[in-house]
């Protein structure tokens, strides 16, 4: 997922968003873990996906904090 997606999600969106990656990483990380799993980079792909969403959604949490000061 590219940055420029990441910023056309809403906040509820991203939410979501981040629910659904971090099941699927787990989901990977069990099917991972019983037998090796046909592209483990996937992986990894997903973690960071799960970071960029949680800092874009650290970013908008923050921003309301700032503007008032």
């Known amino acids: 997922m590219k ?3 990441i910023l056309e999600l809403s906040t509820e969106e991203l ?3 981040i629910g659904e990656e971090r099941a699927s990483l787990t989901k990977l990380k069990f099917a ?3 037998s090796a799993i046909e592209n483990p ?3 990894t792909k997903v973690r960071k996906d799960v970071a960029r969403l949680t800092t874009e959604l650290t970013k908008r ?3 309301p904090a700032s503007e008032k000061n």
């Open 3 to 5: 940055n420029s997606e």
């Open 15 to 17: 939410v979501a968003r």
């Open 32 to 34: 991972h873990a019983v």
């Open 41 to 43: 980079t996937r992986i």
């Open 61 to 63: 949490k923050a921003a």
